[in-house]
């Protein structure tokens, strides 16, 4: 069974520009989860969205950031305009999650932006 | 104070050694724990889950102290292999909010 795709895997883009990730979480999984990673950091939630619904996107920089997850499947998190300080490395992770158990989070591989 | 707290290390120990790792966590009313491990440029990836009555898979043993919020993470008889990120996860919010610590590194050498 194919595991959380994530696209692209590496971004080089110039401060201003923007940019999209995209991801496809396991098949039948209700919860998609987007994180930021920076170096030697845990990761971050950006946000959470349970089937179509963003349940907790408390933390996402809502100026420049923006995300959405269409027809509960696939989502996409983009950024615009990027800042030298968005470098890191975005990751999705998917779940089943029921009712209120917590199931074992899944993440793709990762998208590593660089801005210079 | 942080959400999830952690030694972010690094541990250096020799092969075959006992190694332990500690988690704090600020919400009493949190309600799941977990370790992942996360090698060097690799996404995380669920290590094991942690129950109230403690748990042990292989050379990894896993406690939670719900009076003091801790959890930690004992590896015994530590592999080369074992060297990684060790994160420690933790529902912070209602519905399903995990919420990972820095991540304590760990250096198994020979």
């Known amino acids: 069974e194919a595991g959380v795709v994530q696209s692209p895997r590496y971004k080089i883009i110039e401060k201003k520009q923007p940019v999209a990730f995209w991801c496809n979480p396991i098949?039948?999984?209700?919860?998609l989860y987007w994180y930021l990673q920076n170096l030697g950091q845990g990761p971050e939630l950006l946000i959470r969205?349970?089937?179509?619904?963003?349940?907790?996107d408390s933390q996402l920089p809502k100026d420049r950031f923006s995300a959405e997850r269409l027809k509960g499947v696939d989502s996409t998190l983009k950024i615009q305009p990027a800042e030298l300080g968005d470098s890191a490395v975005y990751l999705c992770?998917?779940?089943?999650?029921?009712?209120?158990?917590?199931?074992?989070?899944?993440f793709g591989e990762g998208s590593r932006l660089t801005v210079l | 104070r942080k959400e999830v707290e952690q030694d972010p290390g690094p541990f250096n120990v020799p092969e075959g050694a006992t190694v332990a790792f500690n988690c704090t966590y600020s919400?009493?009313?949190?309600?799941?724990f977990f370790w992942y491990r996360q090698d060097c440029r690799k996404e995380p990836k669920l290590l094991m889950s942690?129950?109230?009555s403690g748990n042990e898979d292989g050379r990894f043993t896993a406690q939670l102290n719900r009076a003091s919020q801790y959890i930690s993470l004992l590896i015994r008889d530590s592999k080369l292999s074992d060297s990684a990120t060790y994160l420690c996860?933790?529902?912070?919010?209602?519905?399903?909010?995990?919420?990972f610590g820095t991540g304590t590194q760990l250096k198994v050498e020979l």
């Open positions: 992770a998917s779940s089943l999650v029921l009712g209120s158990v917590t199931g074992e989070l899944f």
């Open positions: 098949s039948g999984h209700n919860t």
């Open positions: 969205y349970e089937n179509e619904e963003a349940v907790d």
């Open positions: 919400n009493s009313a949190s309600q799941s």
């Open positions: 942690v129950y109230s």
């Open positions: 996860v933790v529902n912070t919010g209602g519905g399903n909010k995990l919420t």
